[in-house]
């Protein structure tokens, strides 16, 4: 847990992060709750966003895999496309996030895709399907985030936003 790994991005990205003098592969991760569950984002862009996730460490008390723990997943994935798709001027603020819980998992890891549903001027909507080792739908999620304007100074949201 906590080890470095590639993410794959759009060369387009990278380099309008480096022309701001931000290396974006260093800079990005799933948050200090995604690294505790070891969320390992593999691919992101505006149009897909995966991610790993074990299912051990990640349970509920009757040992499968917990609704909590996917609802993590599915918000770190849909947040992360709809940064990309804000870029550089924006930040992504989830307002609405629903899962719909298939199948329990007991074991292995699950991966997550997120893909875009709507992508907007203020707001971005993506789908996030998450499966098992077996390619099984394990949850399907809805997260919608509203875009808004990044301080330029801090990359944080504008002062009274």
């Known amino acids: 847990m906590g080890e470095q790994h590639a ?6 990205v990278l380099e309008e992060y480096a022309a701001l003098g931000i ?19 593999l691919e992101a ?4 966003v995966v991610a790993t996730m074990p299912v051990e460490g990640n349970t509920q008390p009757y040992g499968l895999l917990h609704g909590g723990a996917s609802a993590v997943l ?4 849909g947040s992360v496309g709809a940064m990309m798709h804000g870029g550089i001027t924006k ?17 292995g890891v699950v991966t ?19 499966s098992d080792e ?3 739908r394990v949850c399907t999620a809805r997260l919608t985030c509203l875009l808004r304007d990044a301080d330029p100074a801090g990359g944080q949201a504008a002062a009274g936003a």
Do not use: W
């Not at 993410?7 to 387009?12: D, T």
């Open 7 to 12: 993410v794959k991005f759009p060369q387009e």
């Open 23 to 41: 290396d974006l592969p260093s800079l990005f991760s799933a948050g200090h709750l995604g690294e505790r569950m070891d969320i390992r984002i």
């Open 45 to 48: 862009s505006a149009e897909r």
């Open 74 to 77: 599915a918000e770190t994935l």
């Open 91 to 107: 930040i992504a603020v989830g307002v609405d996030l629903n899962c719909t819980h298939h199948r329990g998992v007991r074991s």
């Open 112 to 130: 997550g895709v997120a893909t875009p549903v709507h992508r907007g001027r203020s707001t971005a909507t993506y789908e996030v399907v998450i």
């Open 134 to 136: 077996q390619e099984r």
